[in-house]
């Protein structure tokens, strides 16, 4: 018996692995393993990392290129066949071949072959020296089990990203992330994570972060994937020892986001002043 | 010796009391009570609770009406006169007269008056039957201190909101509020919060939120006042137990906040993409 299409329970992982700088047949196999992993799990949406295809910390662009993909290559085609028989949509970010320039891309694939491809809008440091910045908004793509808008990393700090994109109907955010070890209180959660928790409260929106794991060139990393439900709870993490392959996993009710009332007299979106918010002054 | 104006460290404290609805004289008492302990502490921003001069949960808008003020009221007079020979600033939320209409309103005082007045403009519920919204933007006020911005309450789970304040060159954002009690997962802090740390990590800006105490006709609060810096850390929080007034108080250098650099090539408000955001369709 199956549910009615996108109003059932939908599983969602996060699988936090270590890709390997410039070895893209070795990260080809790390993320095919991710996809088998997720089918046998029966999940319905996997996320994996930011730049998963390629490693992050790169020492030139001439390196960058040397392992940046078109939407065209093999390895498209290859985790769609993967996905043959199943409704599961997999979001991964890869190093983009756009001709003169590179992307950091994320691209979103089903059986059917890559339904949406984004380019990072918002570049982290020495991002800016390796590739160009996408100058579209992220999709939010329909899928059987609901609308999922993408981000890739630095992206969620902009709260006008998140907003955008609950605007636009996305009742998942999906964000592939390579999010840099940086300090924070003890007792406190990682700075990105409460911005993910923020941005899914007021926005009434799922958000699924999937950071990476191990040392790149002395590289750390948070190590803190996280699934957010609506109301931003952390509904599952995977996160330290350093260096481990671990998977967030969370069922969700995904099309209850479709819902932004939060009290009998308050809804999320509609109580927004765009009126008001137009006075602003020029950008300073 | 002093420092020089704008540079030095900036005394800010959160007085978490708790409002009697109705009685005007008895909260102009206990907001005097609080402005006198501002002064003897060498505070120099003192933020109270939103409606500290009302009480919050009333009837109806007669009843609301009974207790509102203008800014001429002497109650204003009076405050900025306890404050004579000091150079602190005070920003308290009151009800207000506005003539046909009343206002959820915040003001912000000084010796010399009132230097601001602020109309919530995102009222929560039953706020909606009894107050106007405001149509204006709130202020960014420049004192002595440094340039605070205020909101108040449901205000700042609007991210356009904080967003707005830092880029019209707000340091502080004072955030007179009353939070209504919410569930949350036991070890996380409330959500209220959680936006406040958000919004103040992503606009680079410290955040003084005050919340009251108390309960008032069954309604209980998140007692959760926080001072966060502009990493989205808490300096100081107010807590339970319920119902005491408590004090939350933290020393930072304001003028910080002006540097919204955040790594060799990243800049918190620079690396905004107003063009991009501005291709979002229609509201829907």
New interface residues.
Partial sequence: VSVASGTGPVRIACHQLAPVIGELETNRRLIGEAVADALRAGTDVLVLPELATSGYVFADTAEARGVSITPEHGFFAETAASLAGSRTVVVVGFAEDGGDVLHNSAAVIDASGILAVYRK??L???E?LVFT?G???PPVVDTVHGRIGVLVC?DL????MP??LA???AELIAVPTNWPAGE??EA?RV?EV??A???A??NGVFIACCDRSGVERGQEWNEATAIVDR????LAEAGRPSGATETARAEVLLHLARDKAI????D??G????G??A???P??
């Fill in positions: 809008t918002h982290w440091d020495r800016t910045p100058d579209r908004l630095y700090e902009f709260p006008e907003r955008l605007l636009a109907g924070h209180p406190e700075a409460i911005a928790q923020a941005a409260r007021t109301f931003g709870w952390i009290s009998p007299r308050n999320l979106l109580d927004r002043r765009p008001l918010y006075q602003g002054g950008v300073r």
